[in-house]
């Protein structure tokens, strides 16, 4: 039997429709404690059991990290996703019970920074929320760059400009504007630090440019959670738990492993924390890769793969787990 990640006990307090593509939800412990606690950056996954499907996706904690009475999330609906999003969005009603995971933190902000320069785009600025809320309580330095689509669906605009005033900035994708983030990394003092969370092209143009620019890689920050692309089912053999499972059309292979009751750590569900890095035994097929953890050559030696977010196409392949 695999060994279950703790789950904390959920009650939904409230579900709050931001706007047309986003919805925010609080959950409280249903056992009347407090919630654990979590830095600026954490993230939780959220266990789904969509009519007998069970998914279990991540989503940044957005509250403030000094208010433990509830945890809370926005989700962006995605029309065309797997159903996480979709299940969050049209079945989860405030007073349902759910279980959550224990926060997990893979962005967390530098302590050694002199100055936090944050670039956001659309539903990624939910991590900087809760970051800037606890920089506030410290007396951190920040400045927050958001880019969004429009004045209609960019979430938490006036109430962050209203919290932070000039130290937020935001861009309208609709109205031409962008960011001038030459000039603008150009502009900042020694020891800031770079912090990026948004559309897979948005964080690469970020770093790229700022490597470019001779920033040190340990002072730029980002984070990105794949989703698990829907492709052709595959069969694996699991060496060590002795099983042959098939993985749906719709289903990552970690969730095909956990369906089987098969041992499969993991963090971030989306091909960004290393957590799930599996080593394969033999293959006669192609692997497909669409983590960004492993290096290109990791990818190209057919040696490794992350179950989160990866899949096969071809006749066998056996995985040691
Ligand atoms: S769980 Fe993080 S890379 Fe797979």
Known sequence: MRAKSPRLSVTVAEVVEVNSLIKRFRFVRTDGQ????????AHIVVDMDDHGTRRINPYSLMSNPADLSGYSISVRRDDTGRGGSLFLHQQVRQG??????????????????????????????????????????????????Y???????????????????????????????????????ASQFFG????????KG?????RSTAEMAGWPAGSIH?????????????TVELLRSKKTITVGASQSLLEAMEAADVEAPYLCRGGACGQCETDVVRLDGQLEH?????????????????PCVSRFRGKDLVLDR
Not at 290 to 306: F, G, P, Y
Request: contains cysteine.
């Open 34 to 41: 407090a919630m654990p606690p979590f830095s600026g950056g």
């Open 96 to 145: 349902m019970q759910m279980q959550i995971s224990y926060p997990v933190n893979l962005f967390s902000l530098d302590q050694r920074a002199k100055k936090h320069l944050m670039i956001a785009g659309g539903i990624g600025i939910t991590p900087f929320i809760s970051q800037m809320a606890q920089l506030m309580s410290l007396g951190g330095r920040f400045e927050l760059h």
């Open 147 to 185: 880019s969004v689509r429009n004045r209609e669906v960019g979430a938490y605009v006036d109430e962050l400009k209203s919290l932070y005033g000039e130290r937020i900035h935001v861009y309208f994708d609709d109205d031409g504007d962008k960011i001038q983030l030459d000039s603008l990394l």
């Open 192 to 199: 800031t630090h770079l912090y990026v969370c948004g559309p």
């Open 202 to 206: 948005m964080i690469s143009w970020v």
């Open 222 to 234: 980002s984070e990105e959670f794949l989703a698990p692309p829907v492709g052709e089912p595959f």
């Open 290 to 306: 669409n983590d960004h953890w492993l290096t290109d050559e990791q990818k190209a030696s057919n040696q490794l793969i992350m």
